[in-house]
Nanobody
Framework: QVHVVESGGGLVQPGGSLRLSCAASGSISHIYVMGWYRQAPGNQRDLVAAMTSGGSTNYEDSAKGRFTISRDDAKNAVYLQMNGLKPEDTAVYYC?????????????WGQGTQVTVSS
């Protein structure tokens, strides 16, 4: 069984910064992709940024230049540094981990962390 836990959300003023952290634990053989998604009320869950085990990254257009994703494979962790936050970044942010275990390959999700950008 694999557990994914996020932390680092909170309330920040427009233009401020937050750093989200996520760690996966359990019987993990390999993590292929770790990523961050977000979901605002009434909206679908959308990709914000993702990073492969090879270091390739993919960003949603509004995140480019403001957000930076990074990984620490020794800790099975992924981070999202968010700068220049805007009110439209307000959402629940979810971490995902595309994990290979003895049972096979499966995507696991965290419980989400709230990010609120408001003055």
């Amino acid at each position: 069984q694999v557990h994914v836990v996020e932390s680092g959300g909170g309330l920040v003023q427009p233009g401020g910064s937050l750093r989200l952290s996520c760690a996966a634990s359990g019987s993990i053989s390999h993590i292929y992709v770790m990523g961050w998604y977000r979901q605002a009320p009434g909206n679908q869950r959308d990709l914000v940024a993702a990073m492969t085990s090879g270091g390739s990254t993919n960003y949603e257009d509004s995140a480019k230049g403001r957000f930076t994703i990074s990984r620490d494979d020794a800790k099975n962790a992924v981070y999202l540094q968010m700068n220049g936050l805007k009110p439209e970044d307000t959402a629940v942010y979810y971490c995902s981990a595309d994990v290979y275990t003895a049972r096979g390959r499966e995507v696991y999700w965290g419980q989400g962390t709230q990010v609120t950008v408001s003055s």
